[in-house]
């Protein structure tokens, strides 16, 4: 079995888990949050939406930086209906379980920058950079969703169990 065979099964869940999270959103709250230091649940919807899409930077490249000295910054998408998120988060998982598929050994073990403005912030294996920053990474944006939607009392799907409203 390859590396990205073993992983699959996780990124396929994480991303359904994920999904589940997504469609529980109604778009007249996602200007809703609960701090003015806080994100709003549409900043965190778009974020999860758009994080699949950095897979194929962490194994298709070396490196990537979010704010590069001759080009434009990352720019995270800023949809404004539940219906469009979910439409990108779907796009995105399917072109990045296509890379992932794909991906030979070998890679896992390529280190992988992340740069902004030309220095480099970290460097970690594309593998660990894989399950820190999209997998891990996604769990904590789809929890910090989660307690969003407890506080606005909309029903909160089960993850790796049933939810308090299940």
Not at 13 to 40: F, G, Q, Y
């Amino acid at each position: 079995m390859t590396i990205a065979q073993s992983l699959l099964p996780e990124f396929d869940e994480e991303m359904a888990l994920t999904r589940k999270t997504l469609e529980a959103i109604p778009s007249d709250k996602l200007n809703w949050k609960p701090h003015v230091k806080s994100n709003t649940i549409g900043w965190n919807a778009n974020h999860l939406a758009d994080i699949p899409s950095w897979i194929e930077f962490m194994l298709e490249h070396d490196s990537l930086d979010i704010a590069p000295v001759d080009g434009p910054p990352w720019k995270s998408p800023s949809l404004e209906s539940s219906e469009e998120i979910l439409a990108l988060f779907d796009e995105n998982v399917a072109h990045a379980r296509k890379v992932l598929e794909k991906t030979p050994d070998e890679v896992f073990a390529q280190d992988w920058a992340f740069m902004m403005g030309g220095q480099v912030m970290f460097t970690m294996t594309k593998g660990a950079t894989l399950r820190k920053w999209a997998l891990s990474h996604m769990v904590h944006h789809r929890a910090t969703v989660r307690v969003y939607l407890r506080m606005n009392d909309i029903a909160v799907p089960g993850v790796y169990g049933p939810s308090g409203d299940e």
